[in-house]
T-cell receptor, first 111, second 111 residues
């Protein structure tokens, strides 16, 4: 099975800090990449797509490095409400998308 | 806009009992549909996906089955539950570039 690896953390940071997560994938033919956020006992929700040229949405920046087969998520000026688990998803495509999830990185933002 | 609903939200079942979880999608036609399971403290495991009515692909051999009787309906079933079937079951549909949108999940406890 193709692998998607994430550091489970937890990353414990103060409010206002900048924090970065990486996610590595093993299938060089992977075609699309995403970050999801999952709150405790809730469903994952799409945070952002990851494009080859990078993608920024407010305090969040996602980047893709195809040569080294990893994606990253940078969160600037962390808020208490950013506390959650961040899941990276990598899609193969062979007629239809087969998404593979990493196990997630836990972020705890404290006052 | 598209919406996805799954039910029941919570259930407690004895070992050996049957299971039926249902998922419906509104606002889109011929979506790719997925069933995932998330065991406590673990990542999302893809169980089944479907690209159309009656078309089911199984990712993990087990005592679960899935059916897609209508275009926007996806059902997860079991004839006899095992303790190891406990978990958080998530239905999802995929967008044009493979991004997933999840239902609110069904939390199953097998006793």
């Amino acid at each position: 099975r193709k692998e998607v690896e994430q550091d489970p953390g937890p990353f414990n940071v103060p409010e206002g800090a900048t924090v970065a997560f990486n996610c590595t994938y093993s299938n060089s033919a992977s075609q699309s990449f995403f970050w999801y956020r999952q709150d405790c006992r809730k469903e994952p929700k799409l945070l952002m797509s990851v494009y080859s040229s990078g993608n920024e949405d407010g305090r969040f920046t996602a980047q893709l490095n195809r040569a080294s087969q990893y994606i990253s998520l940078l969160i600037r000026d962390s808020k208490l409400s950013d506390s959650a688990t961040y899941l990276c998803v990598v899609n193969e495509k062979g007629g239809s998308y087969i998404p593979t999830f990493g196990r997630g990185t836990s972020l705890i933002v404290h006052p | 806009s598209q919406t996805i609903h799954q039910w029941p939200a919570t259930l407690v079942q004895p070992v050996g009992s049957p299971l039926s979880l249902e998922c419906t999608v509104e606002g889109t036609s011929n979506p790719n549909l997925y069933w995932y399971r998330q065991a406590a403290g673990r990542g999302l495991q893809l169980l089944f996906y479907s690209v159309g009515i009656g078309q089911i692909s199984s990712e993990v051999p087990q005592n679960l089955s899935a059916s897609r009787p209508q275009d926007r309906q996806f059902i997860l079933s079991s004839k006899k539950l095992l303790l190891s079937d406990s978990g958080f079951y998530l239905c999802a549909w995929s967008g044009p570039t493979g991004e997933l949108f999840f239902g609110e999940g069904s939390r199953l406890t097998v006793l």
